[in-house]
Every structure is written in structure tokens, then in C-alpha cells.
């Protein structure tokens, strides 16, 4: 499916995230001052990227068609899985908002712990949650879906990947992130 291979490749540039991200905590950890102007940047890569770029394509066009179609085994991957995690991941990110403007009221040790705590909470969970969607989620979708169903996902996601709002979404994050590997 083309849309599944799109989403597999928005995986890819979410773990680039990952790993920019946890240098950039690693660095703070020994030391370096914190930027809050660039984590809340990194706050809205993963709201507008992350989260409703590539999480909406998910639950708005993959997901309802898959706990539609294919029985209980999918509606427990999706509704008591890959849907929660999505909710633990906005979870993380609106806590480590929270700590940044802590931060910015009080530098301490515990607020930048926070920082680094609810940074790589995200992390760590949305590489388990990418994984298991690469290696678990959409090889069911391939599977078991028609080829009625496909089409139909596929030309969803196609049309909301034309539409300039979000042409324009995905190219200001993709180079951003560019832009933080170069810093990195
Ligand atoms: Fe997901
Ligand atoms: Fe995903």
C-alpha cells in the first residue's frame, strides 16, 4: 500500500527526531545550557508532525477501517494499543511543555530532570510504537484487508498529502529537523 510505505517513512523521520533529540539531552545531562526556544520547537514537530500529520493519517483513514474489518484482533491492537500509546505520547509531550516553562521560571536540577525525563519518555515509547506498527500493525493491514479497502486507504492518505495545507506542514518540519541534525 502506497500509504502504509508513506507512513513508514514518516516512522523513519520520527526515530531522526529520537536521535537528535537524545543528544540533545545527553548534552544537557552533562551540562550544556537549555534551549527552550528549540524544545518548543521540538514540541511542535511532534504536535503538528508527529501527532497530527502522521498520527491523523492513521486514526482518521488506516485505523477505522482496520477495527471495521478485521474483528476483535485488530480492535484490541488498535483501541487497547496503538491508540493509547498515541494518547501516553501526548501525554509526555504536554508534560515536557509543562517543564520547560518551569524551567524558564526555575532553573533548577529537578526542572531540567523533568525536561530530559518527559523528552525521552516520547522517545523511547514512540520507537517501541513505531516498531510495533512497522513490524506488527501494518503487515495485518497488507494481509487482511481487501483490495477494495486498500485502494481506499491509499487514496485518502493521497489526497490529504496533496493538500497544500499540508504540503506546506510536512516540508517546514522536515526541514527543521534537517536544520537540528546539522546543529547536532
Ligand atoms: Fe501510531
Ligand atoms: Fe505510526
Known amino acids: 500500500m502506497v500509504s502504509i510505505e508513506l507512513m513508514k517513512e514518516e516512522h523513519v523521520n520520527i526515530r531522526r527526531m529520537i536521535a537528535v533529540l537524545q543528544k540533545r539531552c545527553i548534552a544537557m ?10 524544545l518548543r520547537q521540538v514540541i511542535s514537530f511532534i504536535r503538528e508532525y508527529s501527532d497530527a500529520h502522521h ?9 477505522p477501517v482496520m477495527t471495521e474489518k478485521l474483528g476483535r484482533v485488530a480492535d484490541n491492537l488498535i483501541n487497547h494499543g496503538m491508540l493509547v500509546e498515541h494518547d501516553l505520547g501526548r501525554g509526555h509531550v504536554l508534560a515536557l511543555e509543562e517543564a520547560v516553562t518551569a524551567y524558564e521560571k526555575d532553573p533548577s536540577d529537578a526542572n531540567r530532570l523533568d525536561i530530559l525525563t518527559e523528552a525521552m519518555g516520547w522517545g523511547k515509547l514512540l520507537e517501541r510504537h513505531t516498531k510495533k506498527e512497522d513490524d506488527v500493525v501494518y ?10 479497502d486498500k485502494d481506499r486507504v491509499d487514496a485518502a492518505c493521497t489526497s490529504f498529502e496533496e493538500d497544500p495545507k499540508n504540503v506546506e506542514i510536512r516540508d517546514k518540519w522536515l526541514s527543521f529537523l534537517e ?6
Open 29 to 38: 545531562m552533562n551540562g550544556a545550557p537549555v534551549d527552550p526556544a528549540e
Open 55 to 63: 498520527h491523523g493519517k492513521e486514526e482518521q483513514f488506516l485505523f
Open 139 to 148: 503487515p495485518f493491514a497488507e494481509r487482511a484487508l481487501s483490495q477494495e
Open 179 to 184: 536544520e537540528m541534525e546539522k546543529k547536532a
